[in-house]
């Protein structure tokens, strides 16, 4: 008997079992790899939702003071109209000039805020607002937001670029170029800004303001202070700081005598309340303001009339003359502190990610089509070139059909027969143009033929409004409908449902249409 004796090769049978053991380790580790990269999405998301929100929060205060500095400084206006030792009341009348209209009755400024005059970016507004009143009828206020990147890709008279810059780059054209005075071209850029936006939101914007903060706080320490009985401890610990970061603001319940900058804050902080709660310390400023100045008869003062003087001159600029100034502060006190509908235009359109939210009508293109530049433009789909269809139909239903908003209905989507997904698609375009959906499901009920709409109680404008936009006829609830499904309004969507943008229905509520 023979042996044939064969080395062993060891070392590819050791390869083998260490690459098996490798795919074994992976094999068990994808989860935990795949769920991390969930864990990484999502803290992603979270992190740039709340980055935006916390711009959000900071640009509605803002645009809240734009508001509070403008009544403010309309009233020293009329107390200081009102002083007939200066000899001025023969130039012009104490009375406010009635402000123009349109033909909803609506009167729509565009309100601007900038930071002080030595800030390193002057004469850029990074606060922009259009703001709609309606002092007879809702006596409501409107605010839509535009945020400070938007750009314009074309103007009829001020080319193209960022909104925040318009003013700055006009009013140097104006100066530079054309030869105008500082103080015309100031206006006439103004003018110009309203009127490009008017053009771009299809609404009549009749009056430009311009606001430098610190006007409110100079005015209330030419004053002296102001002494405010503040009715319940304010502990705000996200009050917005000049570096854009946040700071504490805190204040106790009692009598407090405030100065411009501590009255600011009162007036400003939003946190401890509502949203909106803080509308009440601002009414509560406003006539503290002109209770103050009657007492302590400061505007009999030369020394500080000529102070109230200055900060207005250099502070504020606006195309409305003071007569049409004291007209808009005599109008704010007309207007409900609780009709009060505040919109912003945003990227939150859920094109990228899960987040949307009201006034998701813009996107941020590549940088490298703007040199490097972070801009928002108008999402156009599907139309190209970029257009602002879907931001004026947005603006129509706001401002010309505030009783949508102010009504604030909880609407159920249903589908009973149309086509998969299309109830979520209806529901998630109502959420972007800022209706409050609750609920999106299938309906539990007999599949219908036509579509329909359905209210809680009889008769409801508001429901009928919102079937005439969709074109769907308002019809008695299924008996087969259970009441979890149903809220203030219902939209049950049939065999025949077709989805159709929103952009394409705003026409079916414009009987009157509006300049």
Do not use: C
């Amino acid at each position: 008997m023979s042996f044939t004796v064969r080395k062993i090769n060891d070392k590819p049978r050791g390869k083998k079992m260490w690459l098996t053991r490798v795919a074994a380790i992976l094999t068990i580790a994808q989860p935990l790899f795949h769920a991390a990269a969930r864990l990484k999405t999502h803290h992603d998301v979270e992190k740039k939702k709340r980055v935006r929100i916390s711009i959000l929060k900071r640009s509605l205060l803002i645009m809240i003071a734009v508001l509070i500095s403008l009544m403010l400084l309309a009233s020293i206006g009329k107390a200081m109209m009102s002083v007939r030792n200066l000899g001025i009341t023969n130039i012009i009348s104490i009375a406010g000039a009635d402000l123009p209209k349109d033909n909803n009755g609506y009167t729509n400024f565009l309100l601007m805020g900038q930071g002080h005059a030595d800030h390193d970016g002057k004469n850029l507004t990074d606060t922009i607002m259009v703001a709609s009143v309606d002092p007879k009828g809702t006596k409501s206020t409107v605010l839509l937001s535009l945020p400070r990147d938007l750009h314009l890709l074309n103007t009829e008279r001020m080319g193209k670029g960022k909104l925040n810059t318009m003013y700055r780059d006009f009013r140097s054209y104006l100066i530079y170029q054309k030869g105008l005075e500082p103080e015309v071209a100031s206006i006439d850029a103004l003018q110009e800004i309203a009127n490009e936006l008017s053009r771009k939101l299809g609404i009549n914007i009749h009056h430009t303001v311009k606001v430098d903060f610190i006007a409110f706080t100079r005015a209330v320490d030419t004053l002296g202070g102001i002494d405010i009985d503040v009715p319940y401890d304010i502990n705000d610990q996200e009050y917005p700081n000049e570096t854009f970061g946040y700071e504490p603001f805190v204040i106790k319940a009692g009598p407090r005598h405030l100065d411009g900058e501590t009255a600011l804050k009162y007036a400003r902080s939003r946190h401890t309340t509502s949203d909106f709660g803080r509308s009440a310390r601002q009414q509560q400023v406003l006539g503290t303001m002109a209770h103050t100045a009657k007492e302590t008869g400061v505007l009999k003062d030369p020394a500080a009339i000529t102070s109230f003087m200055k900060i207005m001159s250099e502070n504020v600029e606006t195309t409305m003359t003071l007569r049409e100034l004291i007209g808009a502060a005599e109008i704010a006190q007309k207007l409900d502190r609780d009709s009060i509908v505040a919109m912003q235009l945003n990227d939150r359109n859920a094109l990228y990610d899960y987040i949307i939210e009201p006034g998701g009508f813009l996107y941020t293109p590549p940088r490298s089509l703007f040199k490097g530049a972070s801009v928002l433009l108008p999402v156009s789909i599907p139309e190209f070139p970029v257009t602002w269809r879907q931001p004026k139909a947005f603006a129509e239903l706001i401002f010309r059909n505030r009783e949508l908003y102010l009504d604030r209905p909880v609407i159920s989507i249903l589908n009973a027969g149309g086509p998969p997904g299309t109830a979520r698609k209806l529901g998630t375009e109502l959420k972007r143009y800022g209706f409050t959906v609750s609920t999106i499901e299938n309906a539990e009920t007999e599949k219908i033929d036509a579509s329909m709409i359905i209210g809680a109680v009889e008769p409801d404008e508001i429901v009928k409004k919102v079937g005439k936009m969709l074109g769907m006829p308002l019809k008695p609830s299924p008996s087969d409908l259970p009441a979890s499904q149903k809220e203030r309004i219902t939209i049950i969507l049939g065999r025949d449902y077709r989805y159709t943008p929103l952009q394409n229905l705003i026409k079916n509520l414009l009987s009157n249409p509006t300049p």
